[in-house]
């Protein structure tokens, strides 16, 4: 009989790159099941589609991962609202950051523009804030909503302070990174 699911620890474990037999084997889900189970995550809004997608055979094998991207990226559990200094209409959210870029959803800005940004958190007991210039290096536009489009961004230049602020925000919000090899534990969370 299937165990009762946590819908969050079960985004944070598959952001964390278990594997299905692994997930299948701790909630006693069949194939069949999991897949209806990711489906419902989807639906619900609190996986990406192309979070599904990225579990292919061909990415968990880690020479993929090597090329799949050149820094480890932390998914936000919380997004992260960013805006354009000086045009406070252009805004969005930021739902992955790494030290090198991040991506935006519902910041509308064309690719290879390069701008001053200001990302804030607004919920925690001690509001963030830092500014950093990135530029547009892709957009995916969806036609039918806007807070549906997603922009990646190269970081080109960031203040000592403000990369140390960033880095501390990643830590604090971050559900990690699925692209990352972590070590295999036993059932009592050991290191095998």
Sequence with gaps: ????????????????????????????????????????????????????????????DPKNRVQTRREPRTYLRIPLRVEVIGDSSASGVIIDLSERGFRTRGLEIGAFDKKLFAMRTGKEPIPSMFQLEAVCRWTRIDLAEVMLSEAGFEIVKVSERDFREMLQIMERLGAGDRNVMRPKTDSHGHDK
Excluded: T, W
């Design 1 to 60: 009989m299937p165990r009762k699911i946590n819908a969050n620890r079960l985004v944070a474990e598959i952001r964390s790159r278990a594997s299905d037999f692994e997930l299948m084997e701790k909630y006693g889900l069949s194939f069949v099941l999991l897949q209806r189970v990711l489906e419902k995550l989807v639906h619900r809004c609190a996986l990406r589609p192309e979070e599904l997608m990225e579990r292919g055979a061909y990415f968990d």
